[in-house]
């Protein structure tokens, strides 16, 4: 399944050696003859704040356990995810970086080809794990045939609907795309105080269901070359029933052309939504917002176009071992116990999030709560990843694909204009980093 990295990333992983080599007396793990055995050796770990609200007891039980099993220590540094991407970055160029740290998925092509990430996957396959953990999970980490990044958690998006709307009206949660529509005309016209399916302009995420679904791609790879495949006559078609959601259909409203997933969010705590796309972590939220909405929500997967599921990003955290960690054998057996076995289902139970292993998500899938199974079904059914590629990072830095929306919603482009655009600018971008 994972082969050597590819050439771009060999070449890189030069220059940072270098750098490396200079660092390794400053940062990371301490020296000694002890290297298999732990000793009086630290590990430095990077994890960034918020996924689990009240994360210290975890990581105080992990440090415990992990000093009893290896007899090294952890030193576990937290950081806000708004201010992660510049710390990796600057300890990247400095040759700083900590032995283990949480990434996130649409970082691991960055990092991995600028040389900084170990390729775990000779670890993966030794350790028998090669089948354990979710498709959608590997390839967010994997880049050249390389797994830079250890599945770790991970949420999708589906469906979050009122259950007694749907109760009053006599529907039944759509399984197709025709389905959905009939679902948002009956809303509309029986509840008119309700939005039916109101849709973000500024979330690129739920785009890429319909993209996929409709037969298209973000983008596709030839060789070295990566060429934007948003404007081909399947992607158009995806896009073009989404937008309609809101243009043809009238589920949505035009203000929400500006709104980012916070905002259908609160639209729904509010009352004034009867579905929107939503997150597996956000049901908790909703209920903590709206006490009164107990009992009342639901959530079904986001069906594809005749069959199935719509194909969703699955979006969460890998664990990366650095190249400047000294004991890199060490790091990786931190990276196993927090990603596999009881830290793995423990961290997925106290932070609403999915672990990254096949056999705790048939776990979840069986759950009796009708919050957490139809989001398993999702992942597990249907999880993808966006393209794993540093440049895919500065595509979403520049928001071009919600631009693209936006300017769909609000009248401003036609699909096909609007798509044309957004591929000439990655395509652009992908071409800059050849």
Sequence with gaps: MWSM??????????????AAALALAGCGSQSGDDAGAGGDRTLTVWIMEGTNPDSQPFFDELSAAFQQRTG????????QWGAAKD??????AGGTTPDVAEVGTTWVGEFGDSGALVDLGPRVQEAGLIDSFLPGLVEAGTLDGALYGMPWYAGVRSVVYRTDVFAELGLQ???????????????????????PLPIAGDNEFIVYPFLWGAGGEIATKNGETWTSGVDSPQSRAGIQFYADLALEHGFSTPAAATWRETDLRDSFTKGQSAMIFSGSWTPKAILEAAPDLEGKIGVFP??????????????????????TAQDQDLAWQLVEMMSTGEFAAKWAEESSYFPGTR?????AVQS????????????????RSVPVTPEFGQIQGKKTIAAMMRSILTGEATVEQATATAAA??????????
């Design 5 to 18: 990295p590819g050439s771009r990333s060999v070449r890189r992983t030069v220059a940072l050696a270098a």
């Design 72 to 79: 090294a220590a952890l030193d576990v540094q937290f950081m």
């Design 87 to 92: 710390r990796f970055t600057t300890a990247i």
């Design 173 to 195: 949660p759509p399984t197709t795309w025709d389905e959905l529509v009939a679902v948002g005309r009956r809303i509309k016209e029986a509840r008119p105080d309700l939005l």
């Design 302 to 323: 986001l069906p594809g176009p005749n069959v199935g599921l719509a194909p969703t990003v699955v979006g969460g955290s890998v664990l990366s071992v650095f190249e």
């Design 359 to 363: 056999e705790l998500m048939d776990e």
């Design 368 to 383: 009796p709560d009708p919050l957490v199974a139809p989001f398993a079904q999702q992942m597990a059914e249907a999880g």
């Design 425 to 434: 600018e990655m395509n652009e971008i992908f071409a800059s980093g050849a």
